[in-house]
């Protein structure tokens, strides 16, 4: 199927410029909420270990750490490491979390409006695989 790729770069532009939209009446962009994400979901994290996951380079990281550190949202902690910056986020960056989390969840809502749990299901599981394939090293081979 050609143009699969073609089509879900631009299904992505379309979801990230509605999340850039909403998440801007609270100073974020996607990027930014991104690091927020990743800190709500495991708890304390070095740059490195949101870099990794994210597959951005560290200094991207940092500048975003950076920004949301001004805005309040996280902060350092004490590390063991003096060489690793470890943060975490504040008590307002949970609750920000908190309102933007309803909030992007009723626009997934509009989004996936028709789709049944079953097509929901599916698309998962298909773009898992394709993360999947993506990750595997066999995955770059050409056959």
Not at 47 to 76: A, C, F, M, W
Not at 77 to 95: A, F, Y
Not at 97 to 102: D, E, I, L, N, P
Not at 133 to 138: L, P, Q
């Amino acid at each position: 199927m050609e143009g699969l790729f073609r089509h879900y770069i631009r299904v992505h532009r379309l979801l990230t410029k509605h999340l850039n939209d909403l998440l801007e009446e609270y100073q974020l962009s996607y990027s930014l909420w991104q690091v927020i994400i990743y800190l709500k979901d495991s708890g304390k994290s070095t740059l490195v270990d949101i870099s990794n996951y994210y597959q951005v380079e560290k200094p991207g990281i940092t500048r975003r750490v950076h920004r949301l550190q001004e805005t309040g949202l996280i902060r350092e902690v004490p590390s063991t490491n003096r060489r690793e910056k470890v943060i975490e986020l504040t008590s307002e960056g949970e609750r920000v979390y908190q309102v933007c989390r309803k909030e992007i969840t009723a626009l997934e809502h509009r989004f996936t409006q028709g789709l049944t749990e079953e097509d929901k299901q599916v698309a998962f599981q298909f773009l898992r695989k394709i993360e999947h394939n993506i990750e595997r090293k066999e995955g770059f081979r050409s056959e």
